[in-house]
């Protein structure tokens, strides 16, 4: 056989090898960017709400008044219930995962609200010190949400009397005002797990 011939055969082969591989690696590579797509899952039909359900917060919380941001008081058992499923969140304007959250918080707020949801924010810090911090702060970032000042002794009864608990804390209530689900920290899902708990209180409330 020509030599020339054997190697223009050769080569041949091995460019029509390449070219199957590469259009089988191209394939696989849509097939799996496909299968990915076709299979995201809702928050909804992703979450699993606690098991054994959560113990219900004590009832003394209502006897410590609320300083909101506007200066009035209010009794956090008027703010849970009343039809609306309602995620109060411990923060303070000093705490770095909070902030994380407060963007989320934010857009959960405005794209829910029309379907009986409500987000309270209660900082930790104090009402006759803080006020005017926490106001600046809330314009900083645009808060859309109610905001109020958590008194020591109930965010202790929150927190299972533990003062050293973490913040942030967040509270999920359905509309009947019982303890739907709860987090302590920031969760790197927060938004996705806020979303599939508020929708399972909202159907099963």
């Known amino acids: 056989m020509n030599f020339n011939s054997t190697s223009t ?8 090898v390449i070219l199957i591989v590469s259009m089988t690696i ?3 590579k849509q097939s ?10 809702s928050p909804a039909s992703t979450y699993r709400p606690p098991n054994p359900a959560p113990t219900p917060v ?4 209502s006897q410590y008044p609320v300083t909101m941001i506007d200066g009035g008081t209010v009794k956090i058992s008027s703010l ?13 304007t000093w705490c770095g995962p909070c902030r994380r959250e407060i ?7 405005k794209e829910l609200k029309d379907k009986g949801f409500e987000v309270i924010g209660l900082t930790v810090e104090d009402p006759a010190a803080d006020q005017e911090k926490v106001r600046m702060f809330m314009q900083q970032y645009s808060i859309n949400y109610k905001i109020g000042f958590s008194p020591k002794e109930m965010f202790l009864i929150f927190n299972g009397a533990d003062p050293r608990g973490p913040i942030p804390q967040t509270f999920i209530f ?7 689900d709860s987090v302590k920290g ?9 979303l599939g708990a508020v929708n399972h209180a909202l159907n099963n409330s």
């Open 58 to 61: 004590d009832s003394k919380i």
């Open 174 to 180: 359905d509309k009947n005002g019982k303890l739907v």
């Open 9 to 16: 055969l050769r080569l041949t082969v091995c460019f029509s």
């Open 32 to 41: 799996v960017v496909e299968k990915g797509a076709n299979n995201t899952a």
């Open 80 to 92: 849970l219930g009343n039809n609306k499923v309602v995620l109060v969140n411990f923060w303070a």
């Open 186 to 194: 920031l969760r790197r899902d927060f938004k996705s797990w806020v």
């Open 103 to 109: 963007p989320e918080l934010i857009a959960l707020q």
């Open 26 to 28: 191209s394939c696989s």
